[in-house]
């Protein structure tokens, strides 16, 4: 954790938010570098002041640095810096991401790159949830979940922890974002979920060991939610919900935004109402969502492509309008220029041989 030292500092210099601290991680590259910078290459910096470079220059509170990474220890937690190479890139790409995340859980860190074996959503809601709300979040989420979606939601009462437990309950993995310290259990009706999280999903948050529940806390959650999301899905919400303030920071970081319509005499139908007459898609059922979801995602370079499995010539003609992103079934059957009947059969063939999957809404792409 000694690596991690100088990071945490800097996160305790008054007047250093997370925009700061990234435009001095970027200038500098690295708090050791800003913590040795004189007073007048601090403030070449856009937007760092006299004042916070003197703040810079004169911290020597290194005693609450020591109990912090004491505290680290004692927990078993695990900290991820910006420049890490686990660090997950959805979230580096925000305009104020975290210098620091604090992480527990079995989830393995590497598996946050998203658009090759990792597809995260962000589900949220209301806190009070009616039957259909509950309902329709159960159902949702254990579908996405067993199609390989993440469900990344934050902890909350209501909406966010139905649709964590949903997610395990599918057999899945789940992120649970905090807004207290990572040690930390609220709601404390949530102490067996957390538990269940932490052995087969994530704990994640930005505040240091023993930070309390703070109201304040929770808007600046909301934004890491998005940020680690390929979207945003809205289930019940009011026009003043912490909800609504998720999926204005999924926009605003360029991600889809979903939204569940309701009881139209219900005040937990207004939000979603509102997202959806914004433009938000409208959603009924899984695979509203994977259809925007799964399509949009590029394959990297670095991403291994198997060589071709041995395959009868009719089902090589079938597999060459193949790709590793997903294509529906109809393309399929137009390209091919082959009855129906006759597509389906082969790309039965296919999966047999484990060259190709099927995903919801009759999309296929190959293994």
């Not at 001095?24 to 910096?45: H, K, M, N, S, Y």
């Not at 190479?85 to 991401?97: E, F, G, K, M, N």
């Not at 079995?106 to 709300?133: D, H, N």
């Amino acid at each position: 954790m000694e690596q991690y030292r100088a990071w945490l500092a800097l996160k305790r210099v008054p007047g250093i938010g997370n925009v700061l601290y990234k435009r001095l991680i970027d200038r500098f590259e690295g708090p050791e570098a800003v913590f040795a910078a004189d007073e007048t290459a601090l403030r070449q910096v856009e937007g760092l002041s006299a004042r916070n470079a003197g703040e810079i220059l004169s911290f020597h509170d290194n005693e609450a640095v020591d109990r912090e990474l004491e505290k680290i220890e004692k927990e078993g937690t695990d900290l991820l810096c910006l420049q890490d190479t686990d660090y997950p890139p959805l979230l580096a790409a925000i305009y104020d991401p975290p210098p620091l995340l604090y992480l527990k859980g079995f989830l393995p860190k590497e598996v946050w790159r998203a658009g090759e074996a990792f597809f995260p959503l962000a589900v949220v809601g209301s806190r009070k949830t009616s039957p259909y709300g509950k309902s329709v979040t159960e159902k949702l989420c254990r579908a996405l979940a067993e199609q390989g979606l993440c469900i990344v939601s934050g902890f909350a009462r209501g909406i966010d922890g139905i649709a964590h437990r949903a997610a395990l309950t599918a057999g899945a993995a789940t992120i649970a974002v905090l807004g207290c310290g990572i040690d930390c259990v609220y709601p404390t009706e949530h102490r067996k979920l957390y538990d269940e999280i932490k052995e087969r999903g994530l704990l994640v948050s930005e505040f240091p060991i023993g930070a309390p529940p703070e109201a304040h806390h929770f808007p600046q959650r909301n934004r890491i939610i998005s940020g680690l999301s390929l979207g945003c899905l809205v289930v019940e919400a009011g026009l003043k919900s912490g909800s609504l303030i998720t999926a204005r920071l999924a926009l605003e970081q360029g991600r889809e935004v979903f939204a569940v319509p309701g009881p139209i005499f219900s005040e937990r139908s207004a939000g979603p109402h509102q997202l959806i007459a914004s433009g938000a898609k409208l959603v009924q059922k899984a695979e509203d969502i994977l259809e925007e979801i799964f399509p949009q995602l590029p394959r990297t370079a670095s991403s291994p492509i198997p060589a071709p499995p041995q395959l009868e010539t009719e089902e090589a003609l079938v597999y060459r309008f193949l790709s590793f992103e997903p294509k529906h079934i109809d393309l399929l059957i137009q390209e091919s220029e082959k009855a129906a009947s006759e597509v389906l059969g082969l790309l039965l063939g296919l999966e047999l041989k484990g060259a190709v999957r099927q995903m919801a809404g009759q999309f296929y792409a190959k293994i």
